[in-house]
């Protein structure tokens, strides 16, 4: 069973007039096969949470730490936190032009494997996973997230998550910019990697509405760079009825 453990994380960015501190002292700990919902509202640093994790060099981490099976994250490189099982799934993907999306998956296997996928192997992995998401066959040939629509650059996220098998998984605002439709796969996905594989998830969200898809075991709500609340999917249906106003001043 994988653990990710976060202490009294605090992190901040430099701004024109000085260092500007995000995160104010977070705890939290996500076991394999549990959901984390990340709920707040814009500004709150949810999404300073994510990238802090997984290495951004925006973020300075100024105390705390961050642990994966007793290991410090911290003292990783971004490469060296995806090998050793952090994933995040971005809120805005970026486009790598000429960079095909089977070249760019079988890469990043390589990468955290060590060793080159078998071909046959692979070509199979990634057709199954592809149907599962509904993605068409061509879209393995595109440029990454080029041209993409906002659902496909989703299913790409976590067509990846599904094919390099993460130990804990981050996923940033999955839902923004999806129709009724896309919501469903993607949440459908994300569901199915999280049984198949133990797959612990962080779920980072604004609104209530893909909580009717992957269903938090826990939900957390963040407010002026720290969790001011926590509790279980029915804090969520509070917000929702409530929203984030009674936290302003937190």
């Known amino acids: 069973m994988a653990q ?22 977070v705890d939290l700990t996500i076991n394999s096969g549990e959901v984390h919902a990340i709920m707040g509202p814009n500004g709150s640093g949810k ?7 997984a290495g951004h060099p925006k973020y ?16 990783m490189s971004v490469d060296e936190r995806a090998k050793a099982g952090l994933f995040l799934a971005m809120q805005y993907p970026v486009e790598v032009p000429g960079v095909s999306v089977s070249n760019f998956l079988r890469t990043a296997a390589t990468a955290l494997r060590g060793e080159a996928p078998k071909v046959r192997t692979w070509v199979g992995e990634v057709k199954e996973a592809m149907s599962k998401l509904s993605i068409d066959p061509t879209f393995s040939e595109r440029s990454v997230n080029e041209g993409f629509s906002g659902g496909e650059k989703k299913r790409h ?3 990846q998550m599904e094919l390099l098998k993460p130990k804990i998984a981050i996923l940033d605002e999955t839902d923004s910019g999806l129709d009724v439709d896309a919501l469903r796969i993607v949440s459908e996905g994300v569901n199915r990697v999280k049984s198949e594989q133990n797959l612990g998830i962080m779920l980072i969200t604004h ?9 938090p075991d826990f939900v957390h709500v ?14 969520a249906d509070r917000l929702e009825e409530k929203g984030y106003a009674q936290y302003a001043k937190a």
């Open 4 to 25: 990710l453990v976060i202490k009294g994380l605090q992190v901040s960015v430099e701004g024109e007039s000085g260092a500007i501190e995000i995160l104010r002292g």
């Open 47 to 53: 999404s300073t949470l994510a990238y802090s994790i």
């Open 60 to 75: 300075s981490v100024t105390g705390g730490s961050v642990t994966l099976d007793g290991v410090d994250v911290l003292e």
């Open 157 to 159: 996220e976590i067509l």
């Open 207 to 215: 609104y209530t509405r893909i909580l009717r898809y992957i269903k």
């Open 222 to 235: 963040f407010a002026g760079g720290k969790i001011v609340e926590e509790g279980g999917p029915e804090l």
